[in-house]
């Protein structure tokens, strides 16, 4: 009696974990494009072991498990944080699953201000049919700091100056209009001495 009683206790336990769900899996990978990258950096590390690593830093402060699959109390807002989010990065992570590897995207907001943020658009694919949680997250200082050590600049990259061209072309205008000027004042004398010859 008692060993059919611990047959069926290991079996109910054996189905019990067969009907378990299964846990949540971070990514293998990510790449990162921006502004002042000259190409998509590598952003390498273990995604499950927390911070140490420039992945598991990015996992662990930006937000990617409450944003992929939704977490209670939910850390993420529908509402975009006020503020200077500053330059924005694209972080692409592979995360490998039951059907095989998924790919989910985040923007990055690194030097936002006060703190850094990150986005994920809710409803992404993956894993032939889940969907991601979504949402805006605020984080920490570590997030730039493990984007820092991926590749990513100190500071902000001066965005493209805007006055230079407009001024350049100012400049070349006043030029053209100074010089069309003088030629226009040098041909009226030349047409009154004209003038003032035949009249001679």
Request: proline share 10%; no cysteine.
């Amino acid at each position: 009696m008692r060993k059919l009683l611990v047959l069926a206790t290991v079996g109910t336990l054996a189905a019990l974990a067969a009907a378990a769900p299964a846990p949540a899996k971070g990514p293998t990978a990510a790449s990162m494009t921006g502004p002042g990258l000259d190409h998509a950096v590598p952003v390498k590390g273990m995604g499950e072991m927390g911070p140490g690593t420039p992945l598991g830093s990015l996992v662990q402060f930006g937000g990617f498990f409450p944003q992929v699959f939704g977490q209670s109390p939910d850390t993420t807002t529908r509402a975009r944080p006020t503020g200077d989010l500053g330059p924005r990065y694209r972080v692409v992570y592979r995360m490998p699953g039951p059907s095989g590897t998924s790919t989910v995207v985040q923007d990055v907001y690194p030097y936002a201000k006060p703190s850094p943020v990150t986005h994920m658009r809710a409803g992404e694919s993956f894993w032939g049919g889940a969907r991601t949680h979504g949402g805006w997250f605020v984080s920490e200082a570590g997030l730039k700091a493990a984007l820092v050590r991926a590749g990513l600049p100190t500071s902000p990259p001066a965005a493209p100056s805007g006055g230079s061209f407009p001024w350049a072309w100012t400049g070349a205008g006043a030029f053209a209009a100074a010089l069309l000027l003088g030629l226009a004042v040098r041909r009226r004398g030349m047409r009154l001495r004209a003038l003032r010859n035949s009249t001679a």
